[in-house]
């Protein structure tokens, strides 16, 4: 299986365990700063310089000796089930794509006839019931997490404990862990025990959201897209999301977490 979803800074300061809808747009661009003293023209995602990747055949043996070594720091980053799944929804279903498409472009009309999903479209202004057809997207999320139906999970709303624990399965151990909702302590802290070429002024650094502007505007708190049966499928999808990085499950309101992740218990329990 390799390190799938890792990158490394070219001069070998910091590992970082991609997950999707955790700030990984802006975590790439601080990283390839860090290098060099300048972000990279576009969407990190795209980059095939400026970073080891591990989709990069020619990166994988230098990720492979980071990812076990202890001179790189090896990190990765989560945010709160319930935003997560929420902006995942927003960004992939109900928005448009910076290349104006939809994402995976079959997608919206399987949701629609299979689970009625209505999204509305930019003509309309995207003018839709947000709380029932997130429900309904919520729905297909745990289907294709749980049962791999009507097809296999994407990486924007399977479990962030499964992202993680690809690297721990081969060998790797994160040295931090931090929380999206705490972004500039959390990276502040990674910056301080990497070995950097070029200091990193956090206060000074942008937010790369490479899906702004693309869909429509949430319009209602977190609590309301999230009925009793909405919070039975996300416990019985990402329990393990909550109880690993001390997030609220009892109040979708509550963005923070509860208390400090515990390495070990993560590295113990995703280890199998």
């Known amino acids: 299986m390799g390190f ?101 472009d079959n997608l919206l009309p399987q949701l629609a006839q299979r689970y009625g999903v209505d999204v509305g479209s930019p003509e309309d202004g995207f003018q839709f019931d947000q709380i029932a057809s997130f429900r309904r997207f919520l729905l297909f999320a745990r289907d294709t997490i749980r049962f ?59 937010r790369f959201n490479e899906s702004e502007g693309h869909g429509p505007k949430r319009q209602h708190p977190v609590s309301a897209y999230f009925d009793d049966l909405s919070r039975h499928l996300m416990w019985e999808t990402y329990k393990l999301d909550f109880q690993l990085f001390r997030y609220d499950f009892d109040n979708p309101d509550n963005r923070m977490p509860k208390g400090d992740i515990d390495l070990d218990e993560v590295h113990a329990r995703l280890s199998t």
């Not at 720091?73 to 910076?98: E, H, M, W």
């Open 4 to 104: 799938p979803g890792t990158w490394l800074t070219e001069s070998g300061s910091m590992v970082y365990r991609v997950v999707p809808k955790c700030a990984c747009s802006t975590i790439g661009q601080i990283m390839h700063y860090s290098d060099y003293g300048r972000f990279y023209d576009g969407d990190i995602h795209d980059a095939t310089t400026g970073l080891h990747k591990w989709a990069q055949e020619r990166s994988q043996p230098l990720i492979e000796a980071a990812a076990r070594s202890e001179t790189a720091v090896r990190f990765t980053c989560v945010r709160n089930p319930y935003s997560r799944i929420l902006s995942s929804f927003f960004d992939k279903i109900a928005g448009v794509q910076r290349n104006g498409r939809r994402y995976r």
């Open 148 to 206: 791999r139906k009507p097809m296999e999970p994407d990486i924007h709303w399977s479990a962030m404990s499964g992202h993680i624990s690809t690297f721990i399965h081969n060998g790797g151990r994160y040295s931090h862990i931090f929380f999206t909702e705490s972004f500039d302590t959390g990276m502040q802290s990674v910056l301080d025990a990497a070995r950097v070429r070029v200091p990193v002024d956090l206060a000074a650094i942008p």
